[in-house]
């Protein structure tokens, strides 16, 4: 059964540092563009970065250019979003996904994470 499941969500004050991980199994996921999305209440789901295959390509969303930073380690399969300078508008259930082919888009996504809490604090 092939899962994304993350971890490292969590409450933080404003301005505060998280960083969420998102283990795959079931098959590697070393030649999927992988990403990020996240979704505050009453939102609709929205991307936040997302990582090429080897990792030498990223995107970003505008809302969180400079702070976030996306990275992946294919010998564990495993992908990360390193978070900070926390802002109360980055609360949210923070979601993995996994593409064939990059950037990552929603509606191309192949595989969802069942998402985790952010709550950021002011």
């Known amino acids: 059964q092939v899962q994304l499941v993350e971890s490292g969500g969590g409450l933080v004050q404003a301005g505060g540092s998280l960083r969420l991980s998102c283990a795959a199994s079931?098959?590697?996921?070393?030649?999927?563009?992988m990403g990020w999305f996240r979704q505050a209440p009453g939102k609709e789901r929205e991307f936040v970065c997302s990582i090429s295959w080897g990792g030498g390509s990223t995107k970003y969303a505008d809302s969180v250019k400079g702070r976030f930073t996306i990275s992946r380690d294919n010998a564990k399969n495993t992908v990360y979003l390193q978070m900070n300078n926390l802002k109360p508008e980055d609360t949210a259930v923070y979601y993995c996904?996994?593409?064939?082919?990059?950037?990552?888009?929603?509606?191309?996504?192949?595989?969802w994470g069942q998402g985790t809490q952010v709550t950021v604090s002011s």
């Open positions: 996904a996994a593409d064939r082919l990059y950037p990552v888009y929603a509606s191309r996504v192949d595989y």
């Open positions: 079931g098959r590697t996921f070393s030649n999927d563009a």
